[in-house]
């Protein structure tokens, strides 16, 4: 899947080898709406956009490919979204916690206290990506993952969309979602150490869920700015977001970029030239 400002583009290899690609012309709700462009706003809005269009592409490649009978209902999305949002707060924040107030008094020390809750939170997060990354179904996708990184920065290089060209190209870049997820777990560090220390748990977990947008927020002028500039804060939080795409990102094969090639031109296929895929 590829999205672009004026519309997302979807690629499949069919069980008979042929590749159906498929576009759809939906704006952006940063184009929608001016004030989803203001600083901060954006990236809860471009977060929010982007897990609903991965959804439904993820939802539809599986129609596609004879996995799935049925198209998810509305209700189904945005109820299996909240979960997973629970879930991801219990195990990335809640848990981490729990785990530095074993080590480090919150109250004394504060933010060596969200320090090593961010370290807590590291590891789970590198954990859970190691394991996964071992299931075969995972590791396809991984390479899946590299290909459209790869047709990405071959397009954003203005070069002719070949395999040859496209294999060429890294295969981790600079705007990808899981930079984005750490790039969260460093920034949460900061913001959380604001607070007072919190003893009952229902009044601890509370705000803090309240402040994931803000988080995500932070997290995404920070992922914004680093991938176009060359100071040593960008450099390292590029840096720190290519030791995680380790995790997400594998080689393709010839036949994955074919895919990822066909995914991207059909994005940009009516779009400005300036309109880059995001990762």
């Not at 394991?131 to 390479?143: A, D, K, L, S, T």
């Not at 977001?241 to 940009?268: K, W």
Request: net charge neutral.
């Amino acid at each position: 899947m590829m999205k672009a400002p004026q519309a997302w583009a979807l690629a499949v290899r069919l069980p008979d080898g042929r590749i159906h690609v498929e576009r759809h012309e939906e704006l952006a709700l940063t184009l929608k709406y001016p004030w989803a462009r203001l600083p901060l706003v954006r990236g809860v809005v471009a977060l929010w956009d982007a897990l609903s269009t991965s959804y439904r592409s993820l939802s539809r490649s599986a129609e596609l490919a004879g996995e799935e009978e049925e198209k998810v209902s509305g209700v189904a999305f945005y109820g299996t979204l909240a979960v997973s949002l629970l879930v991801a707060f219990a195990l990335f924040v809640w848990l981490p916690a729990r785990l530095a107030g074993f080590l480090v008094d919150e109250e004394r020390f504060r933010l060596l206290f969200y320090t090593v809750a961010g370290a807590f939170e590291a590891a789970i997060l590198v954990g859970y990506l190691a394991f996964i990354g071992r299931m075969p179904e995972m590791r396809r996708f991984f390479q899946y993952h590299g290909a459209e990184h790869k047709a990405i920065a071959a397009y954003e290089k203005g070069l002719p969309l070949t395999v040859e060209n496209v294999r060429a190209q890294s295969a981790y870049h600079p705007r990808c979602g899981t930079s984005f997820i750490a790039f969260t777990a460093v920034v949460g560090v900061f913001i959380y150490s604001f607070f007072p220390p919190l003893t009952v748990a229902w009044y601890w977990a509370f705000p803090r869920l309240l402040l994931i947008p803000v988080v995500a927020a932070v997290a995404y002028e920070v992922l914004r700015y680093s991938a176009s500039h060359q100071d040593p804060f960008s450099r390292f939080f590029r840096w720190l977001g290519y030791r995680f795409q380790m995790l997400t990102v594998r080689e393709p094969t010839d036949e994955m970029i074919e895919v990822a090639i066909a995914s991207t031109q059909a994005a940009v296929a009516k779009g400005p030239s300036e309109a880059a895929p995001v990762a």
